[in-house]
């Protein structure tokens, strides 16, 4: 398992392309990937579940678990960059 702390600060709100693009990202992966802030728990494969939160302020931690992990969470953090505005 892989925990990243990530600064969601500057975040641009998910819509539903870059929800899509996350969740199909996140999906090429076997590990689980999650979104932990809080009390919550998202699944990053779920583009329902990226629209159903209001992004965190502030850190985050971005958890993968599985056999690619770290493939996923390198691919995933490239792609939430591209989110910062």
Same mark, same amino acid.
């Given at each position: 398992?892989?925990? /990243?702390?990530?600064?969601?600060?500057?975040? /641009?709100?998910?819509?539903?392309?870059?929800?899509?693009?996350?969740?199909?990202?996140?999906?090429?992966? !076997?590990?689980?990937?999650?979104? *932990?802030?809080?009390?919550?728990?998202?699944?990053? /494969?779920?583009?329902?579940?990226?629209?159903?939160?209001?992004?965190?302020?502030? *850190?985050?931690?971005? #958890? @993968? !678990?599985? @056999? !690619?992990?770290? *493939?996923?969470? *390198?691919? #995933?953090?490239?792609?939430?960059? /591209?989110?910062?505005?």
């Amino acid at each position: 398992m892989i925990k /990243k702390m990530y600064n969601m600060t500057g975040m /641009k709100p998910f819509n539903r392309e870059s929800a899509a693009e996350v969740a199909i990202a996140a999906s090429k992966f !076997d590990s689980t990937f999650t979104m *932990e802030s809080g009390n919550s728990i998202i699944n990053m /494969k779920s583009m329902l579940g990226l629209l159903s939160h209001a992004l965190p302020k502030g *850190e985050i931690a971005l #958890v @993968a !678990d599985g @056999a !690619d992990e770290a *493939e996923a969470m *390198e691919a #995933v953090c490239q792609l939430l960059e /591209k989110y910062r505005g």
